[in-house]
Nanobody, 125 residues
């Protein structure tokens, strides 16, 4: 069984920064691609970033390149999402995700086997 637990979401001002964490349990962390998705109100869940297993190669949604950085600490079994220069359109619930069918460069939600509970990020004026 795989469990994912996100943390770090909060209210932040425009231009601010946040680092989200995703703590994983089980063997998935070392076996599968780890990904972040987000879902804004009344919008579909969308891919944000992903990182591969062995090489830790990052992949990003095109519109987020340069502002968001995904990383992971294998010893801590934790993935991170550093978000800088935040904008109101970044407001969403952010989910950590993984599974055997999650593929780079752009994972799709239907391929995810395991989701975290989500963490709310709100960017305000």
């Amino acid at each position: 069984q795989v469990r994912l637990a996100e943390s770090g979401g909060r209210l932040v001002q425009i231009g601010g920064s946040l680092r989200l964490s995703c703590a994983a349990s089980g063997r998935a962390f070392s076996r599968y691609v780890m990904a972040w998705f987000r879902q804004a109100p009344e919008k579909e869940r969308e891919f944000v970033a992903a990182i591969t297993t062995i090489s830790s190669t990052p992949y990003y949604r095109d519109s987020l390149k340069g502002r968001f950085t995904i990383s992971k600490d294998n010893a801590k079994m934790t993935a991170y999402l550093q978000m800088n220069s935040l904008k109101p359109e970044d407001t969403a619930v952010y989910y950590c995700a993984t599974g055997a069918r999650v593929r780079v460069p752009e994972p799709i939600p239907s391929a995810v086997d395991y989701w975290g509970q989500g963490t709310q990020v709100t960017v305000s004026l």
